[in-house]
């Protein structure tokens, strides 16, 4: 069993992880769910004791990983499937890592069958694709026959046969009496695999109880129907009925109907009552995903910035009202996010529409000041590079004595340095 009370970590003034409490229980598989940047992989790395925590405590058998004896044997985790060397065969790596905890040589071909790599065993592991790194990464978990096993994104870069064989394994490994605890981004496969979860956000715990419960506890349950299309009319007689009934009717774009507030038996009797067909009547069951959504979309780091059109951005509260349009200006936060403070104007941008002026019309465009001339700019900072115009039949009288020629017709550098020609000498 992993047991963490009251763990804490933080690096300088960042808290990863804030006072977590939870338990890890041997005999089912539990999902370790959260966003980027929740603290899932700092969790994991106090479990294993690569890093201590600025406050609080996680054992593993009641024991802390770094006082466990030949933790190889105990304790088995996948984090980072790339921690191999890449010039070494996947048997080679077993084989040292057996070594170093005492375990005999025959358990490495046994784990090489476990995860299908007898054929490539002694192939260098650079050659080896995401999803054959990770099953050597799950067979050095297995090493020792471990009863507490970690894992972290396990399915990574599997393929779907890859995918179902890791859901088996993990359920082999729980019905067998071990600890599993699996980190995993893919909801449907942790509703899939997972008996129990303990979800994080923040760093700060938000949920440790089984994946029912938590499905019912963050999901809103509601009954879609359906009469028969081609009689509108009964449509709206149930719906009026529902309502009067205490119920809320919403519709929905392929022409159903979405009930709250009432079950289904009585959903059922009313349009008896009101003898109305219906086509369908149902109970909508959430996804693992939906309720993780629910659970957690306050507790996202990283939102984009179309979050809001998709759905995932929280509901204005009751009362408020959307920020108003202004002409000629975009929504900052919906499609882009806004320009710092006190940032300087963007030279590339598009010219902005002009706005209507009081009165009717359009304003006149903003005025342009004039360029400082040249030779002005030449006085006020002597031994500067200065372009400007000459034409170019014009006599260089000011190249002789460090002036600014003038003219359109031809651009040249000038420096306020004096400048020697002798022409004569030159031909």
């Given amino acids: 069993m992993i047991e963490a009370v009251g763990l804490t970590k933080r690096y300088g003034d960042k808290t990863a992880v804030h006072n977590l409490s939870f338990r890890v229980r041997p005999g089912a598989v539990t999902g370790f769910l959260g966003p980027n940047g929740s603290g899932k992989s700092t969790t994991m790395r106090m479990i294993l004791g690569l890093d201590n925590p600025t406050a609080g405590s996680v054992t593993i058998s009641g024991y802390p990983y770094r006082q466990l004896p030949n933790a190889a044997r105990h304790v088995g985790a996948l984090l980072d499937a790339k ?69 972290d994104e396990p399915v990574n870069g599997l393929d779907p046969e890859g995918i179902l064989w890791v859901r088996n394994l993990m359920k082999a490994l729980a019905a067998e009496g071990r600890t599993v605890f699996v980190s995993s981004h893919l909801m449907s496969e942790m509703a899939l695999t997972a008996d129990h979860l303990v979800v994080i956000g923040r760093g700060q715990l938000l949920a440790d109880m089984s994946v029912r419960d938590f499905i019912e506890a963050n999901s809103a349950g509601f009954a879609r129907i359906r009469t028969p299309d081609t009689e ?3 449509r709206e007689k149930l719906t009026s009925a529902l309502t009067e009934a205490g119920g809320h009717v919403l519709p929905e774009s392929d022409g159903a109907l979405r009930v709250t507030g009432l079950p289904l038996p009585r959903i ?76 300087p104007p963007n030279p590339y941008a598009q010219p902005q529409p002009q706005m209507p002026a009081p009165g009717g019309g359009f304003g006149p465009a903003p005025v342009v000041p004039a360029a400082e001339p ?4 030449a006085e006020k900072e002597p031994g500067t590079l200065v372009i400007a115009p000459v034409k170019a039949d014009a006599a260089p009288a000011g190249e002789a004595a460090g002036g600014v020629p003038e003219g359109a017709d031809a651009v040249v550098a000038a420096s306020a340095e004096k400048k020697t020609t002798d022409t004569e000498d030159a031909r």
Avoid at 271 to 298: C, F, G, I, K, N
Avoid at 320 to 343: F, H, S
Avoid at 374 to 377: D, E, I, M, P, Q
């Fill in 232 to 234: 509108p009319h009964l």
């Fill in 374 to 377: 040249a030779a002005a700019a």
């Fill in 83 to 151: 921690a191999v060397h890449g010039g070494r065969h996947a048997r080679n790596h077993l084989l040292c890592l057996a070594q170093l905890s005492g375990i005999p040589a025959r358990r490495v071909d046994e784990v090489l069958g476990v995860v299908g790599l007898q054929a490539v065993a002694r192939k260098r592991s650079k050659g080896f694709s995401l999803g054959m790194g990770q099953r050597l990464g799950i067979a050095a978990a297995l090493l020792g026959d471990p009863q507490v096993l970690l894992f």
């Fill in 268 to 343: 059922s009797d009313i349009a008896h009552d009101t003898d109305v067909r219906l086509w369908e009547l149902s109970p909508h069951q959430a996804s693992l995903e939906e309720a993780y959504m629910r659970m957690t979309q306050s507790a996202v780091d990283y939102r984009s910035t179309t979050d809001q059109k998709s759905g995932l951005q929280q509901p204005l509260p009751p009362g408020a009202l959307p920020p108003m349009a202004v002409a000629g200006q975009g929504q900052p936060g919906w499609y882009a996010p806004p320009p710092p403070q006190g940032a």
